[in-house]
Every structure is written in C-alpha cells, then in structure tokens.
C-alpha cells in the first residue's frame, strides 16, 4: 500500500484521480487532500476515503470539523498536510501557486505525478538542478507528455519531438475574427473536458505553449513542432535519425493518463474505459500549427534561448489577463495582446531560486494589472 496526497481534489483533474483512487483502495492510501474554495466535495471524499488525515481548505471548515474529529483541518499553509508517511504526491494544482508542491516533492524525495505545467514553466531549470540531488521521480499527468514518455527510447536520443494540439474551437478563426469571440464560446472545448483556466488556455494556445516549455525541461529537446490535430486521437510523436516516428494514440481522456502512471510501468485497464473503434472511419488531420495566428507558440519557443524571466513573464501576464477574461473586465483578443506586450518589454534575466521567482512573478502581475487598468 503506498500513501497519497492529492493537492487540488476539487479541480477536474482531481475528482479524475479521485474516481480511479476509488477503483485501486488495495493498492494506495489516501492520506491527506486539498481543495481551493470549493468545499463541496470533501464530505463526500472523506466518506469514501477513511484513510484521510488531513484536508487543506482556504475556508474555515468549522461545520466538518466536529463531525469528523480525527481528521485535521488545515487553512493556513498548503504544505501542512504533507507528513513523513507520504510516499506519492499528484500536483493537480492549477497555475503558478502550484509551483511551492513541485518543489517540496523534489525536496522531499517523493514520487511526483505532476499535472502543474506552470511549474516547469517558471522554475524548470530550477527543478533539474534539485532533481540531481533528489531521488524523486516526476511522471506528468498531461497527455502530450505523457506520450512523449511512452515513446522515448532508452538507446537512441530523439530528433524532435511533436506535439498535437486541437486548436480548440477557434482554430479556423483568423485573429481579427477571435475579436468577436464570448466568455460562453471560450468555454466550450470541441474534445476535452477542463476547468475554465485551462480550457481558455486552449483556445488561445497559451496551453500549448506552456507545454512545450514543460516538454523541454521534462526530455531536453529543443527541436519541438506543434501541430494542429482536431480529433486529439494522436497525443504526441517522437521523431529519430533513421526517419521514423513513433506516436501514442487513445480516445481523449484523461483518466487514461492518470492511470498510466499510478499503476507505472504496468498497464492496467479501468472502469469506463474509452477505445478507439476502427469498425468507423478515424481521420488523423496533422498540420504544422501557424505561429503567425497561434503566437503564444511563437513565444514559447523563443523562451527557449532567453533566460527565464521570460517564460516567468508569460505564464504571470497570461494568468492575470484571464482572470481579468473570465470577470468579463477584458476581451478575449485582449489576452493573446497584453500578454505580448508585457513579454516583449520584461527582463532577459535568469532567476536561480524559487524567491528571486516568486517576487519575479510578483512585479509581472502587477504591471500586467496596470496596464489593464490604466
């Protein structure tokens, strides 16, 4: 039995590793939980989960703290409910404030099953230097990289790897028609089913970018192609020298991620599990994604030779214009256009420890407010 502690329970991705959880109580304990403002669940997860210890919550959970009296209720520090009887933590948090759990795994020499992109965006360098004297493994629960994992070869380095995205809804938009783009519409993906962040990014292809910065710092290729692929059937390629691709196909779902690496390296099937049917006709549509129209893409590989308070900047502008989307305080061309702005005035300057990075984000956000707001 190995121990659990799942950070971001209430999120999309966290009631998906909650459901699969459910299905292998013989093989993992879990522990401890988190949530963010939503506290509607956690009832439900504690009576499902009596292994649980401890439940981080932002909001005084005084109504269960009765209730259920041995189990600690926490509201101050996040990494509170962290204990020395952790063996795997899942960084389902979402954004920047993820980062500190990425961190405390790689110093606590836990396994890591991260989904938290925005850590290796901000501190990948940061994190490859901890990982030498860490004995902690990091899977990634993203299904781009997750793909890459399967199709890498322990002998033979790869030429480039591809990653597919579906373009979201507006793929077939050009940048003037994205003006006239609704909250409501930017909230509808075609393939996947996400929380409002991610599903945003998807549409802007900020989530796309992000990962390619995540692919750099998780494989060490800088040769990354994007391509538009609207059936998200391939997740992703690795190319090598003889010429030859290798690419991991499945139905989009995420709980077939999750899976894949609680149960790493075996592979174990779960409950509703999705299968291609090939009884119907399947089209793999695959196009080299226009940097002209996606230009967060653009910007994410620039990153790749600049220092990282440039990709610090991207993330920290991005997160803050759309906060500011979904209030309805800016448009949705707005976001792609501040972001822009506020990467191509920042620093070129490296920050070496998570405090330089964490005050580093601190001043982005608010010239990325100021300039929103006057």
């Known amino acids: 039995m190995k121990n659990i502690v799942l950070f971001g329970a209430s999120g999309s991705i966290g009631q998906q590793c909650i459901e699969l959880l459910q299905e292998s109580k013989d093989?993992?304990?879990?522990?401890?939980?988190?949530?963010?403002?939503?506290?509607?669940?956690?009832?439900?997860?504690?009576?499902?989960?009596?292994?649980?210890?401890?439940?981080y919550s932002k909001k005084e959970l005084n109504y269960l703290k009765l209730k259920y009296p041995n189990v600690e209720f926490l509201s101050d520090d996040i990494l509170n409910i962290l204990s020395k009887d952790d063996q795997i933590i899942i960084n389902a948090l979402s954004g920047f404030y993820g980062l500190q759990v990425t961190l405390k795994a790689i110093e606590s020499n836990l396994v890591l099953l991260n989904a938290n992109k925005e850590s290796f965006v901000t501190a990948g360098n940061l994190i490859n230097e901890m990982l030498k004297k860490s004995k902690t493994k990091i899977y990634p629960l993203d299904s781009e990289h997750c793909a890459i994992f399967q199709c890498?070869?322990?002998?033979?380095?790869?030429?480039?790897?591809?990653?597919?995205?579906?373009?979201?809804?507006?793929?077939?938009?050009?940048?003037?028609?994205?003006?006239?783009?609704?909250?409501?519409?930017?909230?509808?993906?075609?393939?996947?089913?996400?929380?409002?962040?991610?599903?945003?990014?998807?549409?802007?292809?900020?989530?796309?970018?992000?990962?390619?910065?995540?692919?750099?710092?998780?494989?060490?290729?800088?040769?990354?192609?994007?391509?538009?692929?609207?059936?998200?059937?391939?997740?992703?390629?690795?190319?090598?020298?003889?010429?030859?691709?290798?690419?991991?196909?499945?139905?989009?779902?995420?709980?077939?991620?999750?899976?894949?690496?609680?149960?790493?390296?075996?592979?174990?099937?779960?409950?509703?599990?999705?299968?291609?049917?090939?009884?119907?006709?399947?089209?793999?549509?695959?196009k080299e994604i226009d940097q002209k129209r996606f230009k967060p893409i653009a910007f994410a590989l620039q990153c790749l030779e600049l220092k990282n308070s440039k990709a610090i900047a991207l993330n920290a502008a991005n997160e803050v214009c759309v906060d500011y989307f979904l209030k309805k305080k800016i448009n949705f061309f707005q976001i792609t256009d501040i972001v822009e702005k506020i990467f191509q005035e920042c620093e070129n300057i490296e920050l070496i420890d998570y405090e330089q990075i964490v005050n580093y984000d601190k001043i982005i956000r608010q010239l990325t407010i100021k300039r929103i707001e006057g």
């Open 27 to 55: 093989k993992f304990n879990l522990t401890a939980l988190s949530v963010g403002e939503n506290d509607s669940k956690i009832e439900s997860f504690l009576l499902s989960f009596p292994t649980i210890k401890k439940v």
């Open 152 to 286: 890498l070869e322990k002998e033979n380095i790869p030429k480039a790897l591809f990653i597919t995205a579906s373009g979201g809804s507006f793929r077939n938009l050009t940048l003037e028609e994205t003006k006239k783009v609704t909250l409501d519409q930017a909230l509808k993906h075609p393939n996947w089913n996400m929380g409002q962040k991610i599903t945003v990014d998807s549409s802007t292809m900020f989530n796309k970018a992000f990962e390619i910065l995540e692919a750099y710092h998780l494989f060490g290729i800088k040769n990354i192609i994007t391509l538009l692929h609207p059936q998200s059937i391939i997740h992703s390629m690795v190319g090598y020298n003889d010429g030859s691709i290798k690419a991991q196909l499945s139905i989009p779902d995420m709980k077939q991620v999750i899976n894949y690496f609680l149960h790493y390296p075996k592979k174990n099937s779960y409950y509703k599990q999705k299968e291609i049917d090939f009884n119907d006709l399947i089209r793999l549509d695959l």
